[in-house]
T-cell receptor, first 113, second 114 residues
Framework: DAKTTQPTSMDCAEGRAANLPCNHS???????VYWYRQIHSQGPQYIIH???NNETNEMASLIITEDRKSSTLILPHATLRDTAVYYC??????????????FGGGTRLMVKP | GAGVSQSPRYKVAKRGQDVALRCDPI?????LFWYQQALGQGPEFLTY????????KSGLPSDRFFAERPEGSVSTLKIQRTQQEDSAVYLC????????????FGPGTRLTVT
């Protein structure tokens, strides 16, 4: 799976949009971009994933650049409960073994009142 | 509905003891994963089951680590002769797809080896 690079930490004001960047310049054509987050003392939680089109769900939006070398996770109205470590993961999506998630260091997002 | 559950939530073991960690995946989920998370690090893959078949155990750090899922539902991760470096949070995740596309994680078991 391609390697990802994320800032170590970010701050965001409550109620504002949180934009979390991720670089994945070595991504290959059949690799998807996944985002998970981990709130303190909990297991990781799936947020969203995409291949090349922008995606939106009830939690967040995922913007992938046209060359697919980077992406941004957007939390439109951050709340204090969004304080967590956010992981950007690139992985091949197949039906056989090897579909583990490879977590990097992630971005520690602190939402402040 | 019920999510992934793990037990115990906390386990303290003396060095050299054997431990068994249990994972109850979401009912009907085909894929099951075990991860190890050291303090301040991201989770690292240990092993993967598709139903009762262990298809990938490449992440198990040593032959002291053993996992099973005999009936394709509940899974147990066993660590024999625990060492201090085994201290970590052990996370279980399950997925409804064979590819494990969206993985749902349990709260983890925090193992401390003294």
């Amino acid at each position: 799976d391609a390697k990802t690079t994320q800032p170590t930490s970010m701050d965001c004001a409550e109620g504002r949009a949180a934009n979390l960047p991720c670089n994945h310049s070595t991504i290959s054509g059949n690799e998807y971009v996944y985002w998970y987050r981990q709130i303190h003392s909990q297991g990781p939680q799936y947020i969203i994933h995409g291949l090349k089109n922008n995606e939106t769900n009830e939690m967040a939006s995922l913007i992938i650049t046209e060359d697919r070398k980077s992406s941004t996770l957007i939390l439109p109205h951050a709340t204090l409960r969004d304080t967590a470590v956010y992981y950007c993961i690139v992985r091949f999506q197949g039906l056989n073994a090897g579909n583990m998630l490879t977590f990097g260091g992630g971005t520690r997002l602190m939402v402040k009142p | 509905g019920a999510g992934v559950s793990q037990s115990p939530r906390y386990k303290v073991a003396k060095r050299g003891q054997d431990v068994a960690l249990r994972c109850d995946p979401i009912s009907g989920h085909v894929s099951l994963f075990w991860y190890q998370q050291a303090l301040g690090q991201g989770p690292e893959f240990l092993t993967y089951f598709q139903n009762e078949a262990q298809l990938d155990k490449s992440g198990l750090p040593s032959d002291r680590f053993f996992a099973e899922r005999p009936e394709g539902s509940v899974s147990t991760l066993k660590i024999q002769r625990t060492q201090q470096e085994d201290s970590a949070v052990y996370l279980c995740a399950s997925s409804s797809s064979r590819g494990g596309y969206e993985q749902y994680f349990g709260p983890g078991t925090r193992l401390t080896v003294t």
